[in-house]
């Protein structure tokens, strides 16, 4: 499982175009901190979501595996001034988080869970962190993202400061994905540095990932594809997912 160590410090920059704001307007939107402002962030990565959330009026707690990802949002919280408790956990395990209003696990988290039981696991320890009317908000990548455009590559990437080759290749589950991107960073004399990354992504049909919610025992589950923006109905590349405790 991709731990993010050196990715952590160049990832602000390469994921720039995600309108991060969009995701957290659709949050407050649908569960406003009048009706409660507990919220934790899974999967936070550097915390950019956790900080818009939290200057939003929300009382966040920050979740993630990678402790450098973590140190990050730590850095970043404290820039801004905000107090955000950041906790280093899998999801599939997360432990200890009680009475919260709203649990978010954004930007195809879930996506780095290998198996259908672990996004089980997942709902099953979010489910019982929310109190009694609790919001759940996540996204996946579609089966159409995984299957044709993943599979298409390699990618390419290149500024002033940082380069990488993104090679794809196909897992031997059903719409899964290996990401292997070789990355070039120039340092302060001007050479670069390469460093490699590996991740593994596997996504479901829509299908599974609402009945595990309604068995589990959230209810009013809601899909959209236009949180960032509308998309072509046989070429949604993102799922967006609401649903109630």
């Known amino acids: 499982m991709?731990?993010?160590?050196?990715?952590?410090?160049?990832?602000d920059r390469l994921m720039s175009d995600i309108p991060y704001t969009k995701y957290a307007e659709w949050v407050q939107k649908k569960a406003?901190?009048?009706?409660?402002?507990?919220?934790?962030d899974i999967g936070c990565?550097?915390?950019?979501?956790?900080?818009?959330?939290?200057?939003?009026?929300?009382?966040?707690?920050?979740?993630?595996?990678s402790e450098a990802m973590l140190t990050v949002?730590?850095?970043?919280?404290?820039e801004n001034h905000l107090s955000i408790s950041y906790?280093?956990?899998?999801?599939a395990e997360m432990d200890g988080i009680q009475g919260m209003?709203?649990?978010v696990i954004a930007i195809d988290s879930l996506n780095y869970l290998e198996t259908i039981q672990e996004v089980e696991q997942t709902f099953q320890h979010v489910f019982h962190s929310l109190v009694e009317g609790g919001h759940l908000f996540f996204d996946v990548h579609s089966l159409y993202k995984m299957d044709e455009i993943f599979p298409n590559g390699p990618f390419t990437y290149e500024d002033d400061q940082v380069a990488y080759i993104w090679n794809t290749e196909i897992g031997e589950e059903r719409h899964s994905i290996y990401?292997?991107?070789?990355?070039?960073?120039?340092?302060?004399?001007?050479?670069?540095?390469?460093?490699?990354?590996?991740?593994?992504q596997r996504s479901f049909p829509l299908e599974s990932y609402e009945n595990l919610l309604k068995k589990i025992g959230f209810t009013s589950v809601s899909v959209s594809t236009s949180?960032?923006?509308?998309?072509?109905?046989k070429e949604v590349e993102r799922i967006f997912v609401h649903a109630r405790k």
């Open 2 to 11: 991709a731990m993010y160590d050196q990715f952590a410090f160049i990832y």
């Open 32 to 40: 406003p901190t009048s009706a409660g402002n507990k919220l934790v």
């Open 45 to 65: 990565g550097t915390g950019v979501l956790s900080v818009q959330f939290a200057k939003a009026g929300y009382e966040v707690i920050g979740v993630d595996l």
């Open 73 to 78: 949002a730590q850095n970043r919280s404290t």
């Open 87 to 91: 906790i280093c956990q899998s999801m």
């Open 101 to 103: 209003d709203i649990a």
């Open 179 to 200: 990401h292997d991107i070789s990355f070039f960073v120039k340092d302060e004399s001007g050479y670069y540095e390469r460093f490699e990354e590996s991740h593994y």
């Open 227 to 233: 949180i960032f923006e509308e998309q072509s109905e």
